[in-house]
């Protein structure tokens, strides 16, 4: 049972909808744990080869987290706090089926870093992003000042951060923030069309390929080819491996 969010698996994708019944979607203390056991049941559903998480057709993807909460915080429970949230991305990146953030509109503050822990964002041409924290005298505490120099470059991650700017959909392009960006009058059927594409791969190409690619970021470029031709060779032999594809 969800009360902040909606599961349901449709040609071969799951679909993790936030929907706090607000006008914005925020990541409450409730909302995490509800995300994390969402993902948990999507990754367990052997129906599901591909996940998507987004807000649609709300006005957001996600707010980031709830001043009201995190007024009351101590010390103690901004942490905890920190490491709940921590935790949740570290699931979706340790999570087998590839996840594509569906960014319908909003992605604030910890909204911005959860769709970090997706593997793909496509966002629609309503997308605004931005991380407030310095001028409301915070930091994220969900990986963003980690996350977004290795996806943006630190240039970008600089300017997000001290400026606590809006951006848009180009900027999303410009700086890399985003796979591509679609009309939001067609939005979520092209996002749904992606995904049952990517949907309709062997589960374990996917799964290998998600693997490598995050390993990356965290071993030598030697240690990565050993990991990769490990992989590699596990997928093999193959019974229904089309050479025409291949070639």
Same mark, same amino acid.
């Given at each position: 049972?969800? #009360?902040?969010?909606?599961?349901?698996?449709?040609?071969?994708?799951?679909?993790?909808?936030?929907?706090?019944?607000? /006008?914005?979607? %925020?990541?409450?203390?409730?909302?995490?744990?509800?995300?994390? /056991?969402?993902?948990?049941?999507?990754?367990?559903?052997?129906?599901?080869?591909?996940?998507?998480?987004?807000?649609?057709?709300?006005?957001?993807?996600?707010?980031?987290?709830?001043?009201?909460?995190?007024?009351?915080?101590?010390?103690?429970?901004?942490?905890?706090?920190?490491?709940?949230?921590?935790?949740?991305?570290?699931?979706?990146?340790?999570? +087998?089926?590839?996840?594509?953030?569906?960014? #319908?509109?909003?992605?604030?503050?910890?909204?911005?870093?959860?769709?970090?822990?997706?593997?793909?964002?496509?966002?629609?041409?309503?997308?605004?992003?931005?991380?407030?924290?310095? %001028?409301?005298?915070?930091?994220?505490?969900?990986?963003? @000042?980690?996350?977004?120099?290795?996806?943006?470059?630190?240039?970008?991650?600089?300017?997000?951060?001290?400026?606590?700017?809006?951006?848009?959909?180009?900027?999303?392009?410009?700086?890399?923030?985003?796979?591509?960006?679609? +009309?939001?009058?067609?939005?979520?059927?092209?996002?749904?069309?992606?995904?049952? /594409?990517?949907?309709?791969?062997?589960?374990?190409?996917?799964?290998?390929?998600?693997?490598?690619?995050?390993?990356?970021?965290?071993?030598?470029? &030697?240690?990565?080819? @050993?990991?990769?031709?490990?992989?590699?060779?596990?997928?093999? +032999?193959?019974?229904?491996?089309?050479? &025409?594809?291949?070639?």
């Amino acid at each position: 049972m969800y #009360n902040k969010l909606r599961l349901e698996v449709k040609n071969r994708v799951g679909f993790m909808t936030m929907d706090s019944g607000a /006008r914005f979607n %925020k990541l409450t203390i409730n909302m995490l744990k509800e995300l994390k /056991r969402g993902l948990a049941e999507l990754q367990a559903c052997d129906d599901a080869a591909c996940i998507v998480l987004s807000g649609y057709p709300g006005e957001s993807f996600a707010v980031g987290a709830d001043i009201g909460q995190m007024v009351k915080f101590d010390s103690q429970h901004a942490f905890a706090f920190a490491e709940l949230g921590q935790s949740l991305f570290a699931a979706m990146e340790s999570c +087998p089926k590839p996840i594509i953030g569906a960014l #319908n509109g909003i992605a604030m503050g910890g909204g911005c870093d959860l769709s970090l822990a997706c593997d793909l964002r496509i966002a629609s041409d309503a997308l605004r992003f931005a991380h407030p924290g310095a %001028k409301l005298g915070i930091l994220t505490g969900f990986c963003g @000042t980690q996350k977004l120099p290795r996806l943006l470059g630190r240039n970008f991650a600089n300017e997000i951060f001290m400026t606590s700017d809006v951006f848009g959909p180009e900027d999303a392009l410009r700086m890399g923030y985003v796979n591509a960006v679609r +009309p939001a009058a067609t939005f979520w059927q092209e996002v749904v069309a992606f995904a049952e /594409r990517i949907a309709a791969y062997p589960a374990s190409a996917l799964a290998y390929a998600k693997k490598a690619v995050n390993a990356a970021e965290d071993c030598d470029l &030697k240690n990565g080819c @050993t990991l990769e031709s490990g992989l590699f060779g596990s997928l093999f +032999p193959i019974r229904d491996l089309n050479e &025409k594809e291949v070639r």
